[in-house]
């Protein structure tokens, strides 16, 4: 029996919740039968239609399929892997290495289109509504009174302020469109953050491992970095910072608590209240990157430290670029107290963003069209990760570590700890397919037996033959006695 | 007799010239009647058809216009004023001001609609084909795979840097798409050169009197400002700079050297060549804005400095934002040896610029657009530039001064040297228009009885009205005695 007030989309939500729930925790296991829909109907009591629209939704997220004469069976997904809790921090290798060298060559395969880029941390262009994103821009600049040639507000489009301040509500953000400033991506939001709180010399505190393009940036402003493990499953680790802080004036924090780059932890939000406590005692801000956080793989959006933030001390950075269209580069910031500092640096090196694009997702957020393409992809997302993660286990050697994370674009992978992941890169390279070496996410020389996939890709033949190939190269590599080494 | 090889088009342009250049010197007054088309035909020894067309364009033009009875007559539009050379540099005035305070409220009123806003200098929106341009983002949508969703390639879209090579012929560039850096907007160009070239703490040469904007800049970069006199008929005083430079170790010059902002010089190329020679010697970066070079009110494009470097020493920034779409944020640097430097800086802080206004102004570019734009564009600008003369002569107190500027969007007028005309922009504000005082383009207060006037609106009876109520505040201003000052 239907209960009165719960919806029905509620209902076959969860029964296809839980389902996912078995198949990931291989209580269901590829090629096992389902029930049928009458029976699952009567099993859950819920109506027909609510146990046919649960099995729909399944299919359409990839997780069974209807077979003729058996019904659904769950579909070749998934293996758990016991063992796939990562190193939480790594030893430091003995030999010294370039890291700018690294990247530099790193950043180059990033714009190679023959290369199958598995090395990228952004979603496919098959997975963004183009054709509705066009829409919006013609619409923009129709209703605009000067075809939005004119200089933009310098906060920022105002409606787009408008939208991403209603948005906020979704991570308990309580938040005006005079909290935010429009930047030109994330990145910027970040440069002038970073500039607004610090001076060349002093030393900012990110996680470890954590996104390559930080370092350029630290490096271009003067800044001293200093590196705080992350724990896959409690992200940053607070005790590790308080104590650094106790030997290392701490000018600022840069930290991406939901779903970091490369790791994919998700900090709980006890941990996110403790590190805000933390900070805010101290009066040390906290530059919060949250632009994984709507790709959550979970059931809901995951809070951020911004939420936590009682004084101002939070300044939270984020863009539509890894949701929607990184060409666009609109990202904003919601700097607290440090609001009017951000404004001034923004009217001093760009004078405003640019019209047009702000204006477009304004619109694509207003109509709606926003929230429905990021549920949309959430799925897409979520269902790319376990193949990835299936192809990666039945295609590597065993004894590798894959990271879990609960959202995002990544896998990070530990390898055999005598590989060189940089020597597997330049390896790839020669087989057409580029990955990110765990090298390029430390200053010091840390990860050489990581590697980062990027999972953003839909699986297509191609991609799944790469994989094999990389799997091969790792398992090559052990075979390979260290001496002969002569890349 | 029409000489066989000399096209019609050139031969109607040149006869209209001469007559522009009679108007203007006053040789030919207001109200002074033409020769009909069939005499001038004659005395030119044109056909008809082509004096037909050299009045029709000095019409179009708006410095003639056919009367019933009396034929072409020249219209009322602009008196000479043999006076009008600027004082080369003011002298200080002993009140300190607090430029930062006065640029701030300036700021203020430049995005406030309900003024009119002659303190801006930007062509106004109504000199836009916006149609034309909202076409070309139609079109570059269209033509793109992702629709210009993705990341654009990091130096900037090929297709624009082609287009901005092949338009540098016209200031006799020798460049290809790859020396070129596209930004956003020419004042992260300039952002951009000043952090590859100079270290906090470092001088920096700029023009005096120059655009406000850059003040800020070199705050926020930590540089020292060393302000260059201009002179109006040669443009920055290069005998000054050479011997500031013996005193004062100059890390990078900062020169507008087509009609700077706001004197409106143009310097000769003999004096370009001059001032790059002696930047070459000394191994100093000349960075050159040349974001007016487009609106010539001559008859042809002005060299650069940058058509004088043979050793990569000049750093040229650009945009369209002068001259097309300020909102659209799409400038450009030919940074001659420095370019990696800026391709990093570029990556480091946005990642890439915006890809749909990139492909958009690359088509407008492409489809010879933009450059019939141009033609269009400077041809108002001269009329408006007169017109706006004509009437601040009328309308203002005698004894006033007023730029002859061979280019650009500004008039920069001396007022009695008892006025503060940042008084003035608050009285004036109280009126709804808006000037840019004299002060907030120096840091040392001097320019304190010059306004700017911009000239990029087409005037209406509110406009001119307005420069009534203007001309009206400073009479009154004179007659009151100094004392009286309680502003």
Chains 1, 2 share one sequence.
């Not at 600049?141 to 906020?168: D, F, V, W």
């Not at 609109?330 to 001093?348: E, F, N, Q, T, Y």
Request: glycine share 6%; with cysteine.
């Amino acid at each position: 029996m239907e209960k009165g007030n719960v919806t029905e989309d509620f209902l076959y939500n969860r029964i296809a919740e839980r389902f996912i729930g078995q198949i990931e925790t291989n209580i269901l296991k590829s090629g096992d039968k389902l029930l049928s829909v009458r029976a699952l109907s009567r099993e859950q009591g819920v109506s027909i239609s609510t146990a046919y629209k649960a099995y729909a939704e399944l299919e359409n997220r990839g997780f069974i399929e209807a077979r003729a004469k058996s019904g659904y069976v769950v579909r070749h997904i998934y293996k758990k892997n016991e063992k796939q809790k990562l190193t939480n921090i790594a030893p430091l290798q003995n030999e010294t290495t370039n890291v700018d060298e690294l990247i530099r060559r790193v950043y180059e395969t990033l714009t190679q289109e023959s290369l199958v880029r598995l090395s990228l941390a952004s979603p496919s262009s098959k997975l963004i509504p183009e054709a509705k994103l066009n829409k919006a821009m013609a619409e923009a600049l129709r209703k605009s009174p000067t075809s939005c040639t004119q200089y933009e507000n310098i906060q920022g489009n105002a409606n787009l302020r408008k939208q991403i301040a209603k948005h906020a509500f979704n991570w308990n953000g309580q938040i005006t469109e005079h909290d935010i400033v429009t930047t030109q991506g994330c990145m910027e939001a970040l440069v002038f953050c970073l500039k607004a709180v610090t001076e060349p010399g002093d030393t900012v505190a990110i996680e470890s491992p954590t996104y390559f393009g930080i370092f350029n940036v630290m490096k271009s402003l003067g800044l001293n970095v200093l590196e705080i493990p992350v724990d896959p499953e409690t992200g940053v680790d607070i005790e590790y910072l308080e104590n650094a802080m106790k030997n290392v004036k701490v000018k600022a924090c840069l930290f991406v608590p939901n779903f970091c780059n490369p790791v994919g932890a998700l900090m709980p939000d006890e941990r996110k209240k403790q590190l805000v406590d933390l900070l805010t005692v101290n009066n040390i801000p906290l530059i919060e990157d949250d632009i994984y956080g709507e790709m959550y793989f979970g059931k809901s959006r995951p809070r951020t430290c911004k939420s936590f933030d009682r004084e101002g001390i939070v300044m939270l950075c984020s863009s539509v670029s890894k949701t929607l269209a990184p060409g666009y580069r609109v990202g904003w910031c919601i700097p607290g107290k440090h609001l009017d500092k951000i404004i001034s640096l923004k009217l001093m090196h760009t004078v405003s963003a640019a019209t047009p694009t702000q204006s477009a997702i304004a619109l694509f957020f207003e109509t709606g069209r926003y929230d429905l393409h990021l549920r949309n992809l959430r799925k897409t997302l979520h269902l790319q990760y376990l193949q990835y993660t299936q192809l990666i286990t039945d295609h590597f050697p065993a004894g590798i570590r894959i990271s879990r994370p609960g959202g995002g674009y990544v896998l990070w992978i530990e390898l055999d700890n005598r590989i060189d992941s940089f020597r597997l890169f330049s390896q790839a390279l020669v087989e057409n397919v580029s990955i990110a070496p765990g090298q390029i996410f430390t200053t010091d020389g840390r990860y050489s037996n990581f590697i980062r996939i990027s999972i953003g890709e839909p699986i297509t033949e191609e991609i799944e033959s790469k994989i094999k190939i990389l799997g091969q190269l790792i398992q090559d590599y052990n075979k390979q006695p260290a001496a002969n080494e002569a890349d």
